[in-house]
């Protein structure tokens, strides 16, 4: 059973190495200043019949993805903060320390993280997932641990060096049983001259021998955030391709509607889970363009032209819209 701690601390570890079919995973983006490179990190641990902790790497340019796998006891979990240690690797809030080495790449380098935005709290709502977060046994669950940070450092990919300094991060996890059937998820926090983040993850949840259409999401810019979410009203007016490579999707809340057009563009393909086993096989891009609008009542918010975005879909989402 979960602690009010892990509760209302998302970021910690929220598991025991005592479940089964159980996973949990922290996801850490990174594009440079230029824009011209990107990399994502995801830090994690599979309880199944087959137990292990991973690291998966995925290269923003060619979509390129590692897998890095080790024994589920050599993951330690700090109880207190957010902080991760595996093999010669350490996540947490303010840094990561990247030493992954196989028969055929290696990947070293360090990242630091200042000025991380957090997400607002409340006694009702301790994370992203709202209420949901008090609910046990859901087959999925998330958080957002930075709506959005600066980066300094670099990497070495196969012996090549990558400066990220004066460049953008953003941090999420997401641990359970199972990823959702089916989904849609976008991230970006790169916009030209604007101070701006978004998250927008759409998916079907199962409910009580039933299932729902679960929307979480936020919408940050110049320091101010607000949350678009079913829990507090918010709800998918339309989800629909326009072609094979763009997506709209428009999500309202009150007097206020959120739009996106996505540019689908380069993805690859990473591991996910299922039955807490890393056997299913998603992709994702992180080089989309995304044009994003906020009205309220018809007035124009914001407007803007993300690139770097993060996006994953998945074919049988849009059978839910039509």
């Known amino acids: ?24 995973g922290w996801y850490f983006k990174h594009v440079s200043a230029d824009t011209l490179n990107a990399f994502a990190v995801i830090a994690g641990i599979s309880l199944s019949d087959e137990p292990h902790s991973f690291i998966q790497f995925i290269d923003g340019n060619s979509g390129r993805t590692l897998y890095f796998s080790y024994p589920a006891e050599q993951m330690i979990f700090n109880e207190r903060r957010f902080e991760v240690e595996l093999g010669g690797s350490f996540f947490s809030g303010d840094k990561i320390i990247l030493d992954l080495a196989d028969n055929e790449h290696i990947v070293r380098g360090r990242i630091n993280y200042t000025g991380s935005g957090r997400l607002p709290k409340s006694l009702f709502r301790p994370g992203i997932m709202g209420w949901y977060s008090f609910v046990p046994g859901m087959e999925c669950n998330h958080g957002v641990v930075s709506t959005g940070h600066s980066i300094t450092g670099h990497i070495d990919f196969d012996g090549k060096p990558f400066v990220y300094t004066g460049g953008k ?9 199972s990823f959702p059937e089916c989904w849609v998820w976008l991230q970006c926090n790169n916009f030209s001259n604007e101070d701006a983040s978004v998250m927008i993850s759409v998916a079907r949840i199962p409910w009580r021998g039933s299932w729902f259409m679960g929307l979480i999401s936020f919408f940050r810019l110049a320091g101010r955030t607000e949350v678009f979410a079913t829990y507090n009203g918010a709800s998918v007016l339309s989800l629909k391709r ?4 763009t997506t709209e999707l428009i999500i309202e809340k009150g007097r206020k509607t959120l739009r996106a057009v996505i540019a689908k563009k380069g993805a690859g393909t990473l591991k996910a889970p299922l039955m807490g086993i890393m056997r299913n096989v998603i992709k994702e891009s992180l080089n989309s363009e995304v044009l994003l609008e906020l009205k309220s009542a018809g007035r124009h918010l914001f407007s803007g032209r993300g690139v770097r975005a993060g996006y994953e879909e998945t074919e049988n989402i849009f059978g839910y819209f039509r």
Do not use: A, C, V
């Open 242 to 245: 326009i072609d094979e490579s």
């Open 169 to 177: 991060g953003y941090i999420e996890k997401d641990w359970g049983i």
């Open 1 to 24: 059973m979960k602690t009010l701690r892990q509760i209302y601390h998302p970021e910690l570890f929220q598991g025991s190495l005592k479940h089964k079919n159980y996973f949990e």
